[in-house]
Structures are given as structure tokens and as C-alpha cells.
């Protein structure tokens, strides 16, 4: 370690003593909230608060008369009478207000392009691109499919949709073509949009020749799309696929924002739970457009005149819909988009970044943190992050000792940093800080934003913990949120609202509240794992992997990882006659980058000759858990064969001495 590093490690221990982090004064004489009662005035009535933001931040075609409508829970509905354009809001209002060349995105490519987009540039690409995809027959209602990496396009095809009514269904880029398939099917697209080719790393991946290769018979599916991103050659099939340009230039230039209910479906945004199948997240657009709007301008203190955002999510996340997309464009924001690696070019092309386009505010995943302080405080240092002024976390839990590095190193000691915690069912976030207000602790999201009512139960009884742990809940409607899965009613019912009413929502997630209050996220209680801030099911990564020919069990856990925070671990049992070998790990870890994507792959695989299963023949994960992080096991007594485990840990012991 050099001196510098010894020095930095030294002074961040000492710091792990301080436990709380106050607001400097010069940043909360500038906030836009200061006073505490905000909270208040929010909890006397969330309706009436959150109706007022509605029609404070937004432009309404229709103002809403009523706020919430909870006369059928958990399906609810806020301001049911209002009607609204998100395309309008994000667009159409602030070139009308004159703001038409502020930059909305300052987008740089992996190769070093810069593309500046203005806002009345982005409108005039959707305005084309909505009736593009009306002359392609899409209608008020049809769903969608978009499959683009981080180029301005991805935005242009949003606003698009939202503009004509139609539902859009983003599907991450890391995922697999086989992936978007399945998302394509469960929702019925009628289009996708997507690219001739995908730049990663130096690499391109022709995207536009694998999306053939499995949407051949999908008989929804009448059209696609293709941006040329990268001029990769591919096939176009006659009648079916039209590039992006191409229909854009054919297509009128005007294409008025149709107001829509403020109920109106906006997207889809399929999520990992606990079973394989994908579960389909319905917003819509009046309360998703408030929650996003309200959070992104008062938990980042935003100026849009001033300030430079950043938030380096990828949009096929919903960190991206609501904080690359419709936040900041709802907000007027100017923001920069990344479209590639943290390490590519080289190590130092964030902080680059942030010093050629003076960035104010960084939205980060703890993941990436980590990264970082793995490569050194060096890499940072030789850059001017001066411009910074506030710096937020979000997708998992954000360890101290990261939290007072991205404080110290990256904020300079004198930004604050905000912890948000929300799921992509919330729409918008949750729990947070707000900078001009909250005390800090460092690894807690602290406190529900005004108008957010969370809290944290006993497990069996469903009462509130006054401290200690039990499960996250959220006692009330709040407009963000997310409003069914895509035709599937009961599953939504059941999932988050069958354990505690319908009433209350079932975050899925396990929580501490301490003696002020705050709030401390642990981690999911279902079987999900996060990897780098990527949510993904159990069952889901068991089903690539038992698609392999050679494999006949399998059953996957998340490990805890210094890096990635959990990373998927393995436990396979091989078909009968089959040698585990390393071309088999391999085989296996490209099952799961093809079904599923790259970020899926397992880090750990374990040979098991049998699971450890109930005598109803479950497998307990929680003995898997203990024993791939090395624990004492738990209680086996309801092992069907105890025996089991023995095996298991010679297996695990053997691994250890390859090594
Ligand atoms: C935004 C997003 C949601 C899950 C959630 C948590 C975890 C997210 C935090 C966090 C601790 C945080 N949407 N999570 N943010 N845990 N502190 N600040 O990540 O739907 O993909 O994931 O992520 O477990 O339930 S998501």
C-alpha cells in the first residue's frame, strides 16, 4: 500500500466512529427544502401533499379534481380524472418556455464521440419517430419492445411511445436476445426497436443478428425497428424490419402530445421475483410522472438552469426510466449519458466525465463504489471533481466504509451523500435523505420521503417493530406506484399484498429501524439476489442452468461478494455418467449468458451429488447459504437425507485445494 493509500485507509477507519454527518451550513442555506416541517405538513394529508406536487411540477392537460381513489385496494388509482402527456412534460413545456437549446443530454460514446442534444432537437426526433411508429401501425395502448444500449435513441423511443399512448417495454441491453424474446411474448409486443450492433468495450456485438435468431415465429411481433448504431452489417427481412432513419425521414415532421388519462399505462418493466417468470411492473403516467418529478428535483436539491446530472444507471433498469429519462426531463435537466464501461477507455473515464462536462450531481450504484476503491484513490485524484456538489446511492446497501471513500475521495468531503432506497415497483424513490434537511449515517437509506409512510414489522405478528429488525413495509398509497403486473392481477395481489392486507405493501425486503428512527435496508427476503445492483431470481438463473444437456439439478444462491455485493453461486448435480470438468463450468456459465445475460453467469459453481431437500422435496436454500459462506449449518433435522451436508462440505473442502 502507498503512503497516500495508508494514509486514506487510516483516516476512513477513524471515521467509521463518527455517526452522524449534519448538513454543512453552506449547503443548507442553499437547498430548496430546509425546514423540517415538510414532513408534517406531508403526513396531516399525503393526499392533498402529493396532489399538490402533481400540480405543481407537472403541465396537465386536464387538471385532476381527485387525488387517490382507494375504493378497490391494492388496486389503486391517483387523479383518475386528470388527463397528461409525459412526452409533453418532459419536451413540448420547456421549449415552449424558451429552454428549447438547453442540452438535455451531453452524450459521449465509448470511442470518445460527444453528441450534444438539445431539447427542441429531442423533440423534433420524437415528434418524427411517434408518427414513424404510427405509419408503422402502432396505437394508443399497443405495447412496444425497445432493446437499445445508452444512445440518445433509447430516450427518443420512450418519449415516442409516450407521446402516441403506446405502452413501452424496455428490455436491459446486458440482457440476452433469448431474454427479450420472452419479454416480447409475455406482453404481446407489436414492435420492437433495437440496433444493428452494440458497442461494449472496444467490441461490437451484433445485436440486430441475434434478435433474429430467436424472434423468427413470434407472430405478435409485426415489426422491428433497427437504429444503425455502429453500421454493422445485418439482416433486414423484407416487409418486417425498417431502419430507424429510414422511417423517421419518411415520416411528418409535427405529431401532437395526446393527453392521456392520468391512469393511461406509460411502461412495462419486467423484474425478477421468486419464481422464473419474469414479473411485468404496469406505471402509469400521472402518479409515475409526479413521484419521478418530485423526487428527482427535491431528494437531489436540483436546479435545472445550473446544475450538470449524472445518474451512470444503464435506462433498461428502472433506475434509468426514472432518472435518466423521465426525472430529469420532467425537471428540465441537462444530463450526461455515458454509453459504455467504467474502465473503458480506461480506468479514469468517469472522473473525466465529470471534469469535462462539470458535473454537480452523481447518482451511483455501491457497486461501482467499490470498483473504484479497488483500483485506488489515485485514479480519481488526478481529475477536478471541484463541480461537485452532491452525490447519491441507490440498488443495494451501501457499506460504511464505501460511504466515507465516495464522501471523502469523490465528494471531497463536502457533498452530501443520499442513500436512496426504492424498488422498481415503487416507480420513484422511497427512502432517502433529504440534503438540505437529514443528518446522514453512513449504510442507511434513513428516513421515508414526505408523503412516504414506511415501516418495519414483526415477521409473524405484522407489528411494528419500535427497533430492531423485521420486514419492510409501506403503510400507504403513494402515486408512484406500481399499479398490477402485466396481466396478472392475482399474482400481483398475492405477492404484495396477501401477507399483510391489502392495506399495506410487502417491500420484500428485511429492515432494522434504530433508536431515531432510521432506517437501516439489509436485504431481500424473497429469492432474489443483487448482483451489482442487477436483480435477479434464483429460479430464473436454476432454469438456464438445467437447460444444459449435462445437467440435472441445480440450485443457486447468492454469496455474499466484496464486489458485486452478492454474486450467484451454483450447487449442481451432474446427469448420470457425466465427469465434472472446467469445460463443463464454462458450458454452463454460456447457458446462462445466453438465456439469461452476461451479468447472470454464476461466479461459483459447486458439484453436488444431491441437494439438501425437505421430505416434501424443497431444497433449503438457507443450508446452501451456510455453507458456501463457510457458517455453521443451521437447523437439519428436516432434512429428508442429513447425509447430505456431509457430502456437500467434502465437495466444498475439495474445491478449496484446487484452488
Ligand atoms: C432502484 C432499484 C430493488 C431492490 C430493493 C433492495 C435493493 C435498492 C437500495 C437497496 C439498500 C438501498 N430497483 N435496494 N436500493 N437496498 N439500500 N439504497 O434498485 O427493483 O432493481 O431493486 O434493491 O433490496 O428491494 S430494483
Known sequence: MSEVADGLERKLEGMLEIEKFEPSAEYRDGALWTDPAIYEEAAADPVAWWTARAKELLDWDVEPTTGLDDSNPPFYRWFEDGRLNASHNCLDRHVAAGLGDRVAYHWRGEEGERRDVTYAELLDSTQRFANALKDLGVKKGDVVGIYLPMIPEVAVAMLACARIGAIHNVVFGGFSAESVRERMEFSEAKV????????????????????????????????????????????????????????????????PAEPMEAEHPLFILYTSGSTAKPKGIVHTTGGYLTGVTTTHRHVFDLRPEEDVWWCAADVGWVTGHSYIVYGPLSNGATSVMWEGAPDHPHQGIWWELVQDHGVTILYAAPTAIRTFIKWGAEIPGRYDLSSLRLLGSVGEPINPKAWLWYHQVIGGGRCPIVDTWWQTETGAIMITPLPGITATKPGSATTPFPGVSADVVD?????????????????????????????EDERFVETYFSRFGKERYLVGDAARKDGDGYLWVIGRIDDVVNVSGHRLSTAEVESAIVAHESVAEAAVIGQSDPDTGQAICAFVTLAGGVEPTEELVEGIRAEVATRIGKFARPKRVIWADDLPKTRSGKIMRRLLRDIAEGRALGDVTTLRDPGVMAELERQIAAEGDED
Not at 467490441?203 to 444503425?228: F, H, N, W, Y
Not at 425498417?242 to 415520416?251: I, P, T
Not at 405484522?462 to 423485521?470: C, F, L, R, S, Y
Open 192 to 255: 420492437l426497436i433495437t440496433v444493428d450492433g452494440a458497442r461494449r468495450k472496444g467490441r461490437t456485438a451484433p445485436i440486430k443478428q441475434q434478435v433474429d435468431e430467436q424472434m423468427g415465429d413470434l407472430g405478435s411481433l409485426g415489426k422491428i425497428v433497427v437504429v444503425r448504431a455502429t453500421g454493422t452489417a445485418c439482416p433486414m427481412t423484407e416487409g418486417r424490419d425498417v431502419f430507424y432513419d429510414e422511417a423517421c425521414a419518411a415520416a411528418a415532421a409535427e405529431c
Open 459 to 487: 415477521e409473524r405478528s405484522g407489528e411494528p417493530v419500535a427497533e430492531g429488525q423485521g420486514l419492510l413495509v409501506l403503510e400507504k398509497p403513494w402515486p408512484s406506484m406500481l399499479r398490477t403486473l402485466y396481466k
